[in-house]
């Protein structure tokens, strides 16, 4: 039969021996391994349970010869009932187990050893003993041993919580009041309650808990778990506690930041506002505040990008992400905050200071100056300053890419209050091809000020044709050039938004578009970007964001 | 009405009836009517809980025919958990029955098992190993007195079903039967034990702790009334806790003797009920030290009494000094007097009070 093919008789060996193991364990070393199986061992349980629902319990007995010895070990075991939702698997287990219906002695032994294990799980009597006595004072109270422990727990909860928080006094640390071994101990064997809800006092105050000693106190297998249940939303932690389990176990964080990725990679989703949502709930902007946390993302960011060459949904991500992170920073009320400068030392200080200004803060109409500024900076940077390696020009590039919200209006700016074109052409044509050893941006630039010049022709045409764009379309099928590709999709939706005449063309010229060079996404993305904007500005003609919503609405069912 | 009062006088007996050999002769589709009773008494207690009038019925009724409050209207509310944990540990019941028991038990509710959380058995037996993983790390510090995890737990569910008899009975009458219904309770304590139970409950009641706020306040009835604090509230419950300890002079003494000065200033401290007996008994053992002139010191007068030794009445005198303003004052006033009336000598070895003055004010603290 298929279902105990699952459950093999290794399996039961492996898992009998390993409680064998347990059973006489009273070293940390063990108890840490204890701890390390516990997942495994309940998608075991939960295996073994799924095969016993279908059997008769005498069948399953002879099925199974090890079962009950398992079983039983295991109900013995603190740190197996207190995992998570292994006493429940393990319950349910036993209870497949018990006959209704008894033929023999070898049945009623089992029935009978079944229901002492679950006394012994249920009732008030002391873990380590076998008698099933129920405290008669809890009961003439009329109470019931769910009432006590929920009580005890609590209160040696805050027990722990108060001896923890006594070591720290004013600030001092008063050390040698509670050892650095007590202290792990306790993280260690607190692990497989974490998801606990009685616990999260205790959670607060290990992951605040600075003893004074250079190493890390706390049991990282603790720390590990946390992290874990944090990210799948089994706990909720406040935000202080979150942030010191990531300054003092950065593979968390590290862990948390690639879970932000691939939640928001892998997902489709329709707009700007919900990734700020889900990047926002992930507590990492809020986090990145500590320079340190901000310095690790970061280069996680760098790495993915490297890593995906570039794809637009990770570059949207890292963008939002440094939009909330700013957010976050304004919103900060502490004193002593670093300035936003330090989160960038080690680049050109004018150009950070440049990419920082908030759009918003700024009039519209300075817009076109500001980025003018922005593109002259860079390019004496980048063309003036020999700037070889390419992991230079990588980091130069990046720190721009970050502010992807002043490419996106420059690129709207060039259709609308062109200033300075060059300048603003300049900027965009590094973003999407920053190298130069073999003239790809000069060639780039070229391309884009024809496509460009074609355009602003165009722009006050109030009835325009398909063909009329087409040329511009033909240089996109150049296939050589791709990053000219991007860059000229770039301008010409910003086009079919913002001129009138490109008004009537859009629907068809995108889907044009689309078909014709694989961009659905691109596109999508450009005009997700430019929804979020309007949003936040608010002021942009009715027609403009009418269309935008009705071309989001076309292209998602496409994508 | 009626007839859900005539239904609520049987719970008594079915929970009676859970707890012994009567079950053997039950099946699933008796096991099955009982734990849908339990489950229908619980929605009485849910819907009645906001219902004065209504919930005063329903108590007096359940109280018919019992001796003593033992059952109230708030045990309405735990009837499920009651009853299936009592037909769990009854070995009586035959296995077919057992077998739908376990089911149910470990079945979610049909009803959405969203309330407080005492009534998950899954909960429960995690936080059973809970206790146990929490208790592991060695070398705990010993916890101040009174605060013993589990000596809380024990005070804790004492003062809970204090508060919800302090709500359901209606005063003075029936004092004297909340008081006797008490000491049934404690006497299934060991003697020392319920010592330590009623002390814990009283220093809990005072200092508020957040180990007690923390420890389920919000529990059946009570956690509706936002002003559990209010004097006349825990006046009810402080009440029958120190009629019990002071109603009996053996008792009292037995209490004076076990537990530590400390906590014994502490309490008086608390509640100024206690603090003139035991100031009085302090006196009537002090009395009973004789002065040995060949050792020099002070002795008991009959070793085979349980009594104080010197050493130990100056130890609890000094911890009353240490307390607060109005108990060191009361404590020097009545020893002032003592002297007074032992001759105000001064010189060593004839007042037992002369000598301990000096002793104390050496060993005061400001």
């Given at each position: 039969m298929a279902q105990h093919t699952t459950v093999s008789k290794l399996n039961f060996e492996y898992w009998l021996d390993k409680a064998i193991e347990w059973g006489q364990a009273t070293t940390l070393e063990s108890q840490k391994d204890m701890c390390l199986h516990l997942p495994q061992l309940q998608e075991f349980l939960r295996q073994i349970y799924e095969t016993l629902k279908h059997m008769d319990s005498f069948v399953a007995i002879q099925q199974f010869p090890l079962i009950g010895q398992l079983l039983g070990r295991l109900c013995w075991n603190p740190f197996v009932i207190g995992y998570d939702e292994s006493q429940k698997t393990l319950m349910w287990c036993l209870c497949c187990l018990y006959s209704s219906e008894p033929q023999n002695p070898v049945e009623l032994k089992a029935n009978s050893w079944i229901r002492s294990l679950l006394c012994h799980l249920l009732s008030s009597s002391k873990w380590e003993s076998n008698e099933a006595e129920t405290s008669t004072f809890t009961s003439t109270l009329g109470y019931t041993s769910a009432d006590y422990y929920c009580h005890l727990v609590k209160n040696m909860v805050f027990s722990l919580v108060t001896e923890l928080k006594g070591n720290q006094f004013n600030g001092l640390n008063i050390q040698g009041r509670v050892s650095a071994s007590r202290v792990n101990a306790v993280s260690l064997f607190c692990l497989p309650l974490i998801t606990l809800p009685d616990l999260t006092s205790l959670l607060e105050t290990l992951l605040l808990y600075h003893g004074g000693a250079s190493k890390e106190i706390l049991s990282l297998e603790f720390l590990e778990t946390v992290n874990e249940a944090f990210l799948k939303k089994k706990i909720s932690l406040p935000e202080s506690a979150v942030f010191n389990l990531w300054l003092r176990h950065p593979p968390s964080l590290e862990k948390a930041t690639l879970y932000l990725l691939d939640q928001l990679v892998s997902i489709q989703l329709n707009s700007l506002e919900e990734v700020a949502c889900v990047i926002k709930e992930s507590l990492l902007p809020q986090a990145a505040i500590h320079p340190a946390i901000f310095r690790i993302v970061n280069e996680i960011f760098k790495n993915a990008l490297w890593e995906t060459s570039g794809t637009p949904e990770v570059m949207t991500v890292i963008q939002m992400f440094i939009q909330l992170f700013l957010q976050a920073h304004q919103n900060e009320n502490k004193q002593h905050k670093f300035p936003l400068k330090a989160y960038f030392p080690y680049h050109h200080q004018p150009l950070v200071t440049a990419l920082l200004r908030c759009p918003f803060g700024l009039p519209t109409t300075q817009w076109s100056q500001h980025l003018k500024h922005i593109s002259d900076m860079l390019k004496a940077f980048v063309e003036d300053t020999n700037i070889s390696s390419p992991a230079d020009l990588f980091e130069i590039w990046f720190l721009v890419a970050c502010f992807g919200e002043w490419l996106d209006i420059a690129a709207e700016q060039l259709l609308k209050a062109a200033v300075e074109p060059d300048a603003l052409l300049w900027l965009l044509a590094f973003y999407y091809c920053p190298q130069n050893e073999n003239q790809q941006r000069t060639q780039t630039m070229v391309e884009a000020q024809a496509v460009y010049n074609h355009l602003m022709m165009l722009f006050s045409c109030t009835v325009l044709s398909v063909k009329d764009l087409e040329a511009a379309v033909y240089s996109i099928m150049d296939i050589e050039q791709c990053c000219n590709q991007h860059l000229i999709i770039h301008l010409l939706t910003n086009f079919l938004l913002f001129s009138s005449g490109g008004h009537t063309i859009a629907q068809e010229f995108i889907y044009h578009i689309t078909e014709t060079t694989d961009s659905s996404k691109e596109v999508c993305n450009i005009l997700i970007r430019t929804a979020y904007r309007i949003n936040r500005i608010g002021e942009e003609n009715q027609s403009t964001v009418k269309l935008l919503n009705e071309l989001l609405q076309k292209l998602a069912l496409k994508v | 009405m009626e007839a859900v009062l005539e239904q609520v006088e049987q719970l008594p007996a079915l929970l009676a009836v859970s707890r012994f050999a009567l079950v053997r002769d039950w099946d699933s589709l008796t096991l099955d009517r009982a734990l849908e009773w339990g489950r229908y008494f619980q929605h009485l207690h849910d819907r009645f809980r906001t219902r004065p009038r209504l919930r005063e019925a329903l108590g007096r009724r359940l109280r018919r025919g019992q001796s003593g409050p033992l059952l109230s209207f708030p045990q309405l509310g735990r009837c499920p958990q009651l009853l299936g944990l009592a037909l769990l540990e009854n070995r009586a019941l035959p296995p077919a029955a057992c077998r739908r028991l376990l089911h149910s038990l470990l079945q979610p509710g049909a009803a959405a098992e969203v309330g407080p959380e005492p009534r998950s058995l899954v909960l429960l037996a995690r936080r059973k190993a809970a206790s146990r993983?929490?208790?592991?790390?060695?070398?705990?510090?010993?916890?101040?007195?009174?605060?013993?995890?589990?000596?809380?737990?024990?005070?804790?569910?004492?003062?809970?079903?204090?508060?919800?008899?302090?709500?359901?009975?209606?005063?003075?009458?029936?004092?004297?039967?909340?008081?006797?219904?008490?000491?049934?309770?404690?006497?299934?304590?060991?003697?020392?034990?319920?010592?330590?139970?009623?002390?814990?409950?009283?220093?809990?009641?005072?200092?508020?702790?957040?180990?007690?706020?923390?420890?389920?306040?919000?529990?059946?009835?009570?956690?509706?009334?936002?002003?559990?604090?209010?004097?006349?509230?825990?006046?009810?419950?402080?009440?029958?806790?120190?009629?019990?300890?002071?109603?009996?002079?053996?008792?009292?003494?037995?209490?004076?003797?076990?537990?530590?000065?400390?906590?014994?200033?502490?309490?008086?401290?608390?509640?100024?009920?206690?603090?003139?007996?035991?100031?009085?008994?302090?006196?009537?053992?002090?009395?009973?030290?004789?002065?040995?002139?060949?050792?020099?010191?002070?002795?008991?007068?009959?070793?085979?009494?349980?009594?104080?030794?010197?050493?130990?009445?100056?130890?609890?005198?000094?911890?009353?000094?240490?307390?607060?303003?109005?108990?060191?004052?009361?404590?020097?006033?009545?020893?002032?007097?003592?002297?007074?009336?032992?001759?105000?000598?001064?010189?060593?070895?004839?007042?037992?009070?002369?000598?301990?003055?000096?002793?104390?004010?050496?060993?005061?603290?400001?």
């Amino acid at each position: 039969m298929a279902q105990h093919t699952t459950v093999s008789k290794l399996n039961f060996e492996y898992w009998l021996d390993k409680a064998i193991e347990w059973g006489q364990a009273t070293t940390l070393e063990s108890q840490k391994d204890m701890c390390l199986h516990l997942p495994q061992l309940q998608e075991f349980l939960r295996q073994i349970y799924e095969t016993l629902k279908h059997m008769d319990s005498f069948v399953a007995i002879q099925q199974f010869p090890l079962i009950g010895q398992l079983l039983g070990r295991l109900c013995w075991n603190p740190f197996v009932i207190g995992y998570d939702e292994s006493q429940k698997t393990l319950m349910w287990c036993l209870c497949c187990l018990y006959s209704s219906e008894p033929q023999n002695p070898v049945e009623l032994k089992a029935n009978s050893w079944i229901r002492s294990l679950l006394c012994h799980l249920l009732s008030s009597s002391k873990w380590e003993s076998n008698e099933a006595e129920t405290s008669t004072f809890t009961s003439t109270l009329g109470y019931t041993s769910a009432d006590y422990y929920c009580h005890l727990v609590k209160n040696m909860v805050f027990s722990l919580v108060t001896e923890l928080k006594g070591n720290q006094f004013n600030g001092l640390n008063i050390q040698g009041r509670v050892s650095a071994s007590r202290v792990n101990a306790v993280s260690l064997f607190c692990l497989p309650l974490i998801t606990l809800p009685d616990l999260t006092s205790l959670l607060e105050t290990l992951l605040l808990y600075h003893g004074g000693a250079s190493k890390e106190i706390l049991s990282l297998e603790f720390l590990e778990t946390v992290n874990e249940a944090f990210l799948k939303k089994k706990i909720s932690l406040p935000e202080s506690a979150v942030f010191n389990l990531w300054l003092r176990h950065p593979p968390s964080l590290e862990k948390a930041t690639l879970y932000l990725l691939d939640q928001l990679v892998s997902i489709q989703l329709n707009s700007l506002e919900e990734v700020a949502c889900v990047i926002k709930e992930s507590l990492l902007p809020q986090a990145a505040i500590h320079p340190a946390i901000f310095r690790i993302v970061n280069e996680i960011f760098k790495n993915a990008l490297w890593e995906t060459s570039g794809t637009p949904e990770v570059m949207t991500v890292i963008q939002m992400f440094i939009q909330l992170f700013l957010q976050a920073h304004q919103n900060e009320n502490k004193q002593h905050k670093f300035p936003l400068k330090a989160y960038f030392p080690y680049h050109h200080q004018p150009l950070v200071t440049a990419l920082l200004r908030c759009p918003f803060g700024l009039p519209t109409t300075q817009w076109s100056q500001h980025l003018k500024h922005i593109s002259d900076m860079l390019k004496a940077f980048v063309e003036d300053t020999n700037i070889s390696s390419p992991a230079d020009l990588f980091e130069i590039w990046f720190l721009v890419a970050c502010f992807g919200e002043w490419l996106d209006i420059a690129a709207e700016q060039l259709l609308k209050a062109a200033v300075e074109p060059d300048a603003l052409l300049w900027l965009l044509a590094f973003y999407y091809c920053p190298q130069n050893e073999n003239q790809q941006r000069t060639q780039t630039m070229v391309e884009a000020q024809a496509v460009y010049n074609h355009l602003m022709m165009l722009f006050s045409c109030t009835v325009l044709s398909v063909k009329d764009l087409e040329a511009a379309v033909y240089s996109i099928m150049d296939i050589e050039q791709c990053c000219n590709q991007h860059l000229i999709i770039h301008l010409l939706t910003n086009f079919l938004l913002f001129s009138s005449g490109g008004h009537t063309i859009a629907q068809e010229f995108i889907y044009h578009i689309t078909e014709t060079t694989d961009s659905s996404k691109e596109v999508c993305n450009i005009l997700i970007r430019t929804a979020y904007r309007i949003n936040r500005i608010g002021e942009e003609n009715q027609s403009t964001v009418k269309l935008l919503n009705e071309l989001l609405q076309k292209l998602a069912l496409k994508v | 009405m009626e007839a859900v009062l005539e239904q609520v006088e049987q719970l008594p007996a079915l929970l009676a009836v859970s707890r012994f050999a009567l079950v053997r002769d039950w099946d699933s589709l008796t096991l099955d009517r009982a734990l849908e009773w339990g489950r229908y008494f619980q929605h009485l207690h849910d819907r009645f809980r906001t219902r004065p009038r209504l919930r005063e019925a329903l108590g007096r009724r359940l109280r018919r025919g019992q001796s003593g409050p033992l059952l109230s209207f708030p045990q309405l509310g735990r009837c499920p958990q009651l009853l299936g944990l009592a037909l769990l540990e009854n070995r009586a019941l035959p296995p077919a029955a057992c077998r739908r028991l376990l089911h149910s038990l470990l079945q979610p509710g049909a009803a959405a098992e969203v309330g407080p959380e005492p009534r998950s058995l899954v909960l429960l037996a995690r936080r059973k190993a809970a206790s146990r993983l929490l208790a592991l790390p060695r070398c705990p510090p010993r916890p101040p007195e009174g605060m013993e995890p589990q000596l809380q737990a024990e005070a804790q569910l004492l003062l809970s079903r204090l508060r919800e008899e302090g709500q359901e009975v209606e005063p003075a009458g029936e004092a004297a039967e909340r008081l006797r219904w008490l000491s049934g309770v404690l006497e299934q304590l060991s003697q020392p034990r319920a010592f330590e139970v009623v002390a814990a409950a009283l220093l809990l009641l005072r200092r508020g702790s957040g180990a007690e706020q923390a420890g389920g306040r919000g529990r059946d009835g009570s956690s509706l009334d936002g002003n559990q604090a209010s004097a006349a509230g825990e006046e009810c419950v402080a009440g029958p806790l120190l009629s019990w300890l002071l109603g009996s002079s053996e008792r009292f003494s037995a209490f004076c003797l076990f537990l530590s000065g400390s906590l014994l200033a502490s309490l008086a401290g608390h509640y100024s009920q206690l603090s003139r007996p035991y100031l009085d008994l302090l006196t009537v053992w002090g009395r009973h030290l004789l002065y040995d002139p060949l050792q020099g010191r002070w002795v008991e007068s009959c070793l085979d009494k349980a009594e104080l030794s010197w050493e130990e009445l100056r130890e609890r005198f000094s911890c009353l000094c240490q307390g607060s303003a109005l108990l060191r004052g009361q404590t020097q006033a009545a020893l002032k007097l003592l002297k007074a009336q032992d001759g105000d000598f001064k010189v060593r070895g004839l007042s037992v009070w002369t000598d301990l003055r000096p002793k104390l004010s050496s060993g005061i603290r400001v």
